[in-house]
């Protein structure tokens, strides 16, 4: 392949290129390929040769490299497996091209050897970007003795298929900061326009009026005579207000007439004529404070106004 095929995949002068074969290679072949890649690029030193094999045993730096070109010699039919095409990529720079020639099948897989989707599917798998078949020939005689003894294929629905793919513009594990706003978009609505004297009508200003103008409102004066009577409690009553199908009335929950208040005025009232009424006012006191006739003598001590319930334990017979 020379120079000119080599400009031809877009190889230009300072580029860093990884040539990778296989065997069989001719040695004459090889080298001849090296220096013509190393022409177009503009210097031997900036051309690697590794042996497909040893590919993942080298110490190649990773991102290294601005090309990388496998199994371009015509004598050599090379297969590229997942862990050969994940090595690529990571010797490979962001951004940087690979160029690949691998023999396929046009039926289906059979020993080992793949379609041409089957090729460009492991590529993208590989994480290899904008991967496209440039062109497709015949197998050499000598490619064909190649895979015969190397995978036992017989038969001649072979071809051999030109790919290049592409590395993405960043690293596996780079991160970059993302700028989110998750506040919600007020719509921009157009406001229609103002009329001028529409505008004027609303406005007005203190030069607009004079103070004998203003007549004050009184807001008293609103208000007439039976605005200012004192409603009747029981016509703020709701119609079933107190009305629980019984005799007994009952307020209603969260009362706000003031029926609850009633009623329970009315039950204190009640508890206090049930208790028998002291008339020397001691008798809360105790027995020492009692007279002979008081209603409480032998019941313990209480607090005024208290009810007291005696104990089935302090009742004994007499």
Known sequence: MNSVAMADLG????????????????????????????????????VSLENMERLQLSSHAGSSYDWVLSGLLPDTAPFHSSETL????????????????EPVTAGSEENGIRTAGKLGSALKLSGFMS???????AL??????????LSGFQGNSLSRVRMSASKPNFEVGSSSQLKLSFAKKTPQTDKPALDPSA????????NDMNDYDIDLLDSDELLDAEDLKKPDPASLRASSCG????????????????????????SKAVQKVSQPKSACGSCYLGDAFRCASCPYLGMPAFKPGEKVVLANTQVADT
Do not use: H, Y
């Not at 994940?86 to 020639?101: C, N, S, Y």
């Open 11 to 46: 190889l230009k002068a300072g580029d860093k290129v990884l040539l990778v074969w296989t065997q069989p290679s001719s040695p004459t072949a090889l080298k001849e390929f090296a220096e013509s890649i190393g022409a177009v690029v503009g210097s031997q030193s900036l």
């Open 86 to 101: 994940a090595e690529i990529a990571r010797v490979m720079k962001p951004g940087g091209k690979l160029v690949l020639e």
């Open 131 to 137: 991967v496209t078949e440039v062109k497709s020939e």
């Open 140 to 149: 050499s005689p000598e490619a064909v003795s190649a895979l015969s003894q």
């Open 199 to 206: 505008a004027k009508m609303w406005s007005l200003s203190a």
């Open 243 to 266: 009305e629980s199908g019984a005799k007994k009335k009952k307020a209603c929950k969260n009362c706000t007439c003031g029926l609850a208040e009633e009623l329970e005025q009315e």
